[in-house]
């Protein structure tokens, strides 16, 4: 219940949206409705564009380089990066990539080193990352973006979040709250001084497309209307995304956990790897790499954290299938003549993770691991046992624990696993 108490017949969450509605609480207009899908378009680019930065970094496709015995610092080159990303099926030919580039370049995420080319040019010329540079627009938009992406932070990594998997009208929406739960909280954490200052940030998160109406029909108010956040700040996007602007609400919608093992919705077209090996039954899977966005509270110069982490949100739907042919019990991986043998792997996370999943206890066992992820290049596979992460001896603790040891962890991972002999 929010706020004072009100008598009712049902609970809330199963009341009609008519009947939880208010004498004045007007529908959204058209106008609006287009303007809140344009920002949430803008906020989906600038996510993609900093989730490619860092990997850019971390592929050493950034950095300074000199020209006309001047030094351009952290630049890319055009055509390489065109190579890039199709070496790594972020696009399927040149023309697209160009399209890609030139989509980052019209949303003022990337800008040639001296603005000499307004247009995205697959040739030796020097782009940059506004972001790099200090360049990037900090407008009133981005500044509401911005904030919605720290509160969104903040809800998801509480224990007893407010952001829940609802069902309303036989639908079941994801990442939702009532409205005037969220007013209860932001007076509560002290991100609103009170409930009219909250409602208002409440309205300017929906015109900018970061929250929305379940239904699309209602802006925000202190009632009982199902709300939820309709951007996903933690989901890996795919840069062919963006050249699809109508296609917006489906972007989201995917699991929030970099542990779930499988989407609520599976679509072939997102990025997905195999939970287990390739002469076996093939799961989709969802991404388990983190999403390189952090929130900024309290940081006022970047735009972006460039600290990789993990998280893990209160909900998440996994597959309870494990890839193990059989349980295995930590006397049997121990006792003198096991058929096993210890590995050490050095897995250095890259700009959105680490690459795998762990699962079970006692002992956790590797569920999944992305063929193109960090894990997999330190040699990674599913099956294996984790013996240690950084130093501590981890057989007897379940993956939730380990899950928050290489979270609290560095970005160079240490681990020792333990793989069975063929």
């Known amino acids: 219940m929010c706020g004072a108490p009100r008598p009712s017949l049902l609970p809330r969450a199963h009341l009609p949206t008519a009947a939880r509605l208010q004498p004045g609480m007007e529908s959204l207009s058209s106008s609006l409705k287009k303007k809140a899908t344009e920002q949430h378009y803008r906020a989906e680019v600038m996510i993609a564009g900093e989730q490619l930065r860092l990997r850019l970094h971390d592929g050493k496709l950034i950095k300074d380089r000199r020209y006309h015995l001047r030094t351009y610092p952290n630049c890319f080159v055009a ?7 199709i070496d790594h099926k972020e696009a399927p030919d040149r023309e697209t990539g160009i399209r890609l580039m030139q989509k980052l370049m019209d949303h003022y995420i990337i800008h040639h080193v001296c603005d000499e080319h307004s247009d995205y040019k697959d040739a030796k010329l ?6 790099d540079d200090g360049t990037f ?14 509160l969104y932070e903040k809800l998801v990594s509480v224990d007893e979040s407010i952001l829940k998997v ?6 079941k929406y994801q990442r939702t709250f009532l409205g005037c739960e969220m007013i209860d909280w932001l007076v509560q954490e002290g991100e609103a001084e009170n409930r009219k200052e909250a409602v208002e940030l409440g309205r300017a998160l929906l015109e900018h497309g970061i929250i929305q109406h379940v239904s699309n029909r209602h802006h925000f108010f202190d009632s009982d209307i199902l709300y939820q956040f309709w951007i996903n700040f933690r989901r890996r996007r795919r840069l062919t995304e963006l050249l699809n602007e109508n296609s917006s609400r489906s972007l989201s919608e995917s699991p929030d956990s970099p542990f779930c093992l499988r989407k609520l919705n599976p679509d072939p077209g997102n990025t997905s790897f195999l939970s287990v090996q390739t002469n076996k039954e093939i799961k989709i899977v969802s991404a388990v790499r983190r999403s390189s966005i952090t929130s900024l509270a ?7 954290s460039t600290t990789p982490m993990l998280v893990f949100p209160p909900v998440a739907e996994c597959n309870p299938k494990s890839v193990l042919k059989r349980p295995v019990t930590n006397e049997e991986l121990l006792s003198p003549g096991a058929p096993y043998i210890k590995k050490t792997l050095t897995i250095v996370g890259d700009a959105v993770g680490w690459g795998f999943v762990v699962r079970g206890g006692r002992p956790c066992h590797i569920q999944a691991v992305d063929p193109g992820g960090p894990a997999a290049a330190a040699g990674m596979k599913v099956c294996q046992f984790v013996f240690s992460v950084n130093g501590m001896y981890v057989l007897h603790l379940d993956y939730q624990t380990i899950s928050s040891l290489i979270m609290t962890g560095p970005r160079t991972l240490m681990m020792e696993v333990m793989e069975a002999i063929e």
């Open 298 to 304: 309290g940081n006022s110069n970047p735009y972006f």
């Open 166 to 171: 609802r069902e309303e009208n036989s639908v």
């Open 137 to 150: 627009p900090l407008s009133k938009d981005v500044k509401v973006f911005m904030r919605g992406q720290s």
């Open 79 to 85: 055509k390489e990066l065109t190579d890039w990303l």
């Open 126 to 131: 020097l782009y940059r990352f506004r972001k």
